[in-house]
């Protein structure tokens, strides 16, 4: 099966099990860039997104999406590719003024739309091939808009970033039910940096955020880039 169709089949049953369970995630007092509550900055690293058009890739449950909408004013648009991940975010948050679910593959959905203000992808990018997605996100973003991108660097297992633009196994776990196994692009910082740059935006700042528990291994990259002008 084609890396893309395994995760897309992957997250198609994590959807499906969270629906099963009924489990909305709540609406975040602060923008979480990462699991660990407390750890990393805040929707600031969007800019001032006040009426702007902000574009959540990958957008899941749809609770980060009503964040910004609710406490920062913007009007977020979350493409999901995961039907049954839309389907919570949309039966949940269908009401909710300043927001909108589209379901579908993020590259497709922005060859057909007026280019957004900003976008972010909270550990949601590592999921689709880059040479795919980064051009499709230039295209989709206008002259100097942000993207912010919050992406694994080391594992559960403290496995250390690859050195190579390739996708390798990863699994998702939830709670009592069998891992589903995805393939994920888990890239050291500089390789990030080089296929951003090379598709046309300037890298800001990369962060390493480490979890609160020093005996943990887990960490996220925090990636802020801004698309170049024209």
Not at 32 to 37: A, G, I
Not at 86 to 97: G, I, K, P
Not at 132 to 144: K, Q, T, V, Y
């Amino acid at each position: 099966m084609p890396v893309e169709d395994t995760n897309a089949q992957a997250w198609k049953v994590y959807g499906q099990r969270q629906l099963a369970r009924a489990y909305t995630p709540p609406i975040p007092d602060q923008m979480p860039w990462v699991p660990w509550k407390g750890v990393g900055p805040g929707a600031e690293v969007l800019g001032d997104i006040t009426g702007r058009r902000v574009l959540d890739i990958g957008s899941g449950a749809g609770h980060h999406a009503v964040h910004l909408a609710q406490t920062h004013g913007a009007h977020v648009t979350g493409i999901e590719l995961s039907p049954t991940q839309h389907e919570r975010a949309a039966s949940t948050h269908a009401d909710v003024q300043g927001v909108q679910f589209a379901q579908g593959d993020v590259t497709e959905y922005l060859t057909g739309v007026e280019p957004f203000d900003a976008a972010y992808a909270i550990g949601t990018l590592a999921f689709i091939d880059p040479h795919r997605a980064l051009p499709a996100l230039r295209d989709g973003l206008r002259p100097s808009a942000p993207l912010i991108l919050s992406l694994l660097h080391t594992d559960l297992h403290g496995r250390a970033p690859s050195t190579e633009v390739a996708p390798r196994e990863q699994m998702i776990l939830l709670r009592d039910d069998p891992p589903l196994p995805t393939q994920m692009w888990i890239l050291a910082p500089h390789l990030w940096e080089n296929l951003l740059t090379e598709y046309g935006f300037r890298v800001e700042a990369i962060d390493l955020l480490h979890h609160p528990d020093e005996s943990a291994t887990v960490i996220q990259q925090l990636i802020c880039a801004r698309r170049r002008p024209r």
